[in-house]
DNA sequence: AATTATTTTTAAGCAAACATTAAGCTTGCT
DNA sequence: AGCAAGCTTAATGTTTGCTTAAAAATAATT
């Protein structure tokens, strides 16, 4: 696994260095944007650690910059405490995560596992792939190796829409607002049995996906193990 | 709320500012594009509806231009009827939602009010970091280092409000009108409740922070420091 | 056009999570 | 000591979410 590391204080930024060859990542290590930018270009890393506040050029511009020229590396932008607006705008511009500085070494590890393993692969148009499985709206199937299934219409927006917003838990509300219309009279009902045909189908995948219920909040699309 | 409105039918525009301001929304007109980029770009409001075709400069150069100044304002673009090619460039330059004319005035009411609340879910407004824990609203954890614990909503709430008021105590008054809701009939002993529920959870992450009582006053956020 | 298959919606019963209540206990103050 | 304010716990009540099955609506097939 090959991390970027982005980040003008040498002093941290040798540190997290050590700290990841340590754990087995190979790792670059640059000190200003353009750099970052340059080295992010190649598409070569499998996750990008990038700060804010950066010599030449900033790093959300870098990051938007990289999402511009479609590359799909997760980035986690690093950000001083108060930079906390900045923080926003990172995960606008495309961010995977963001972590406060300064931060603590498991803490460092367990959200580079996680953005890892949370990378979602768009390539092609309507076909996204998130951890194990395959989600292909074209023809509304989903993948487990070689094993497909068939998902009806709803099932597979409610699907896609949980994995584009993987990060956020997303309220029955929302969901009846964005598949059924913010019209409709759709209840909340309607949801749960949707989620729970879509979990059945998961399962009968023995895909290590699931749907995560936050009660009182929403849905939250997980991989189960780490 | 801050809305700002950008048609160049001034029998329209002004038909939508009467209905907004009926709807207590704040509202500023404007009948070209070039006058709503100038608007726009203040930054200062939490909508804009934006006409496609208007004079000066179209709706969507304006709304490119904003976003690449990085102004991230909820945009709901209007189209006549026609323009549907005009629609999927908008949704393209950055709108978020758009609107045919002409639309009835619940639609228009109902567009906006998602708009406004999709807003508040994309900036992740929710994780809060305070000493040595993380508190994340979207999924009700409780974060100290890699130790996760989860939190009912109410909890949430209650630990939310608090960190979000820091530096002042908080009433049990104030706090059940918060949490509860203004015409609750929730006894002080809820929260005394729900304050012994949170403390018991920050003393198994053996936390730094804890929770201090003011006799008679209320409830303050600490960093215990050691 | 009628039949059949598929998908979506509705409804109801159940289980678990959560919220509330009340009683007894502790603490701090005078 | 005696009182008031605050704390804790367990029980009880309520809400939310899950799961089925069947009804209704769509779509496909003959």
Redesign the pocket.
């Known amino acids: 696994m090959r991390i970027l590391i982005v980040e003008d204080e040498r002093h941290l930024a040798d540190a997290v260095e050590q700290i990841l060859k340590k754990n087995n990542y190979s790792t670059d290590v640059v000190y200003d944007g353009e750099s970052g930018l340059d080295y992010g270009r190649t598409d070569s890393y499998d996750l990008i650690l990038l700060d804010i506040m950066l010599p030449k050029m900033d790093g959300i511009t870098v990051l938007k910059t990289l999402r511009k020229e479609h590359i799909q590396t997760p980035v986690i932008m690093l950000t001083a405490k108060g930079e906390v607006e900045d923080t926003v705008w990172g995960l606008d511009a495309g961010a995977d995560d963001y972590l406060a500085k300064p931060f603590a070494t498991p803490e460092l590890l367990a959200r580079i596992r996680a953005s890892l393993r949370r990378k979602v692969e768009i390539t092609q148009e309507g076909v996204y792939t998130f951890s194990d499985i395959e989600l292909n709206m074209s023809n509304?199937s989903l993948r487990k190796g070689a094993t497909n299934i068939?998902?009806?219409?709803?099932?597979g927006?409610l699907l896609e829409f949980l994995i584009v917003r993987k990060n956020m838990a997303s309220?029955?509300e929302t969901i009846i607002e964005k598949i059924?219309g913010y019209d409709?009279?759709?209840?909340?009902?309607?949801?749960?049995?949707?989620?729970?045909?879509l979990?059945?189908k998961l399962s009968f995948l023995k895909s290590e996906v699931s749907?995560?219920?936050?009660?009182?909040?929403?849905?939250l699309l997980k991989e189960s193990l780490g």
């Open positions: 509304l068939h998902l009806t219409l709803k099932e927006e309220s029955k059924w409709s009279e759709a209840e909340h009902n309607n949801v749960e049995v949707y989620i729970s045909f979990r059945k749907i995560t219920t936050v009660r009182g909040v929403g849905y």
